[in-house]
């Protein structure tokens, strides 16, 4: 999971708006991925975008796609207390097979 | 939500006995996984299904073995555990189409004392 990079905590008031980074390695990747933990829980598919798209919106979810850079962000708009998990960057490696970063720990404090 | 079980949710056990955890699923998807979860690392595969007896390794892989002999079952054992396999441990299925999306069963929390 090295290969794709998270930051690991972020800390965001009720109501304000959050963004969650990653970068990733292989540029051959088809399609990238948003996974949301919450605690004792397993991992729940939030979204998804497809390599040759900038950008896919899905209610308060926001994907952004940097191929050039390799960058992926999540925006989630108006952040609720029910947000508050961990949030998991993936992407598929050439053999088809997921690889995760270690996960952004997001705190939504009132 | 995927109709994934996995069982037992918690295990403690001892150094040098031997672990098997279960992931059963109800959707008839052809891929399974098992990855382990721990601290600063994320999720890494352990090893994968993509059939009945067709199985192969993932990048941890090490110290474990696993068996389907049904499409629905995948089991994951620990042959002789270790406290460094102290983990929680999670299944997930695919049907590995257009998006090759997986869903996650609950976890196995798994302490080697």
């Known amino acids: 999971g090295e290969d794709v990079e998270q930051s690991l905590f972020l800390s965001v008031r009720e109501g304000d708006s959050s963004v969650i980074n990653c970068t990733y390695t292989d540029s051959s990747s088809t399609y990238l991925y948003w996974y949301k933990q919450e605690p004792g829980a397993g991992l729940q598919l939030l979204t998804y975008i497809f390599s040759n798209m900038d950008m896919k919106q899905d209610q308060r979810l926001t994907v952004l796609l940097n191929k050039k850079d390799k960058h992926l962000s999540l925006r989630i708009a108006d952040t609720q207390t029910g947000d508050s998990a961990i949030y998991f960057c993936a992407e598929i490696d050439s053999w088809g097979k997921l690889q995760f970063g270690a996960g952004t720990q997001v705190v939504v404090t009132p | 939500d995927a109709g994934i079980t996995q069982s037992p949710r918690h295990k403690v056990t001892e150094t040098g006995t031997p672990v098997t955890l279960r992931c059963h699923q109800t959707?008839?998807?052809?891929?399974m996984y098992w990855y382990r979860q721990d601290p600063g690392h994320g999720l890494r595969l352990i090893h994968y299904?993509?059939?009945?007896?067709?199985?192969d390794k993932g990048e941890v892989s090490d110290g474990y073995s696993v068996s389907r002999s049904k499409t629905e079952d995948f089991l994951l054992t620990l042959e002789s555990a270790t406290s460094s396999q102290t983990s929680v441990y999670f299944c997930?299925?695919?049907?590995?189409?257009?998006?090759?999306?997986?869903?996650f069963g609950p976890g196995t929390r798994l302490t080697v004392t």
């Open positions: 299904s993509y059939g009945v007896k067709d199985t």
């Open positions: 997930a299925i695919s049907e590995q189409g257009s998006s090759y999306e997986q869903y």
């Open positions: 959707e008839n998807h052809r891929y």
